[in-house]
């Protein structure tokens, strides 16, 4: 689909007239990171909307990422939900793609019935740094990481590693910190993070749960941290991920 400018590869999973939730891929990721959730949900009758975020996969090349803030990655979303003529969607994102979510969620209330976030960054703390300085060496020095990249992103696979590390790594991101923005969600939202994960530690997922207003119209976060969980869970746990977040999701889509 042509959105803002540039192409962006869109699967669609399950029936038509099924309840609408958009899956947003993690930092290095793509579509083809939600095989295991497209059966699930398009089984329980969700029509499962994923996409190679720009700069990702089979969408078109990147050279840069507005990281931390994703800017253009938000307006994009709003964008596909206008092209597939849908006013109100779940959410779900797993790392970078949760960060997406959690902004769009704060700045566009009103498309959003519920959301839920994976492993999601809301500031950059020093298991984050020492994650994203261990997938430089990996990238540098494992050949079968550099190939499973090349898999997934064609020939950009170096350019968007580089990108995505730069992005993250800039000495003005280190100080970034979008507690704030949480204050204006106003939807359900499911906090998942594995208790074992590489890049954040459990207290990061609870700061974002305590982040995510209460009140009379809001009943706050719903924080699950998963025993033996790492930063792929969804990948790595997809049979006990996928049953939480229908259950989630069946609680919540209803939401007006």
């Known amino acids: 689909l042509w959105i803002n400018g ?11 007239n099924g309840s609408p939730v958009i899956l947003l891929h993690h930092g290095l990721g793509s579509t ?47 964008a596909l939900l206008d092209v597939l003529n849908i006013k109100r969607a779940a959410l779900v994102g797993h790392s970078d ?19 839920a976030t994976v492993a999601a960054h809301i500031y950059v703390e020093d298991t984050m740094e020492a ?7 990996a990238y540098e020095n ?7 990249l090349e898999k997934v992103h064609g020939d950009k696979a170096s350019t968007v590693f580089y990108a995505w590390f730069n992005g993250w790594h800039r000495q003005e991101n280190l100080n970034w910190d979008m507690r704030l923005a949480l204050q204006q969600i106003t939807c359900p939202v499911l906090v998942v993070q594995g208790v074992e994960d590489e890049h954040a530690s459990p207290q990061h997922a609870r700061h974002l749960a305590a982040g995510i207003p209460v009140d009379a119209q809001h009943a706050g ?12 869970l969804p990948q790595e746990q997809p049979q006990v991920f996928n049953a939480r977040l229908l259950e989630f999701l069946e609680e919540n889509h209803h939401v007006q």
């Open 6 to 16: 540039h192409d962006l590869y869109v699967e669609e999973h399950g029936p038509q």
């Open 32 to 78: 083809g990171a939600w095989k295991a959730q497209f059966e699930a949900l398009s089984q329980a009758g969700w029509r499962a909307i994923a996409y190679d975020r720009w700069g990702y996969g089979r969408s078109a090349p990147r050279q840069q990422f507005a990281f931390p803030y994703l800017e253009e990655d938000i307006e994009d979303l709003e």
């Open 97 to 115: 793609g949760g960060t997406i979510a959690l902004y769009f969620a704060a700045c566009r209330p009103q498309r959003v019935t519920c959301l």
């Open 131 to 137: 994650g994203i300085q261990g997938l430089r060496q």
């Open 142 to 148: 494992d050949a079968g990481f550099r190939r499973a």
């Open 221 to 232: 976060a719903q924080l699950w941290l998963v025993e033996g969980g790492r930063h792929m």
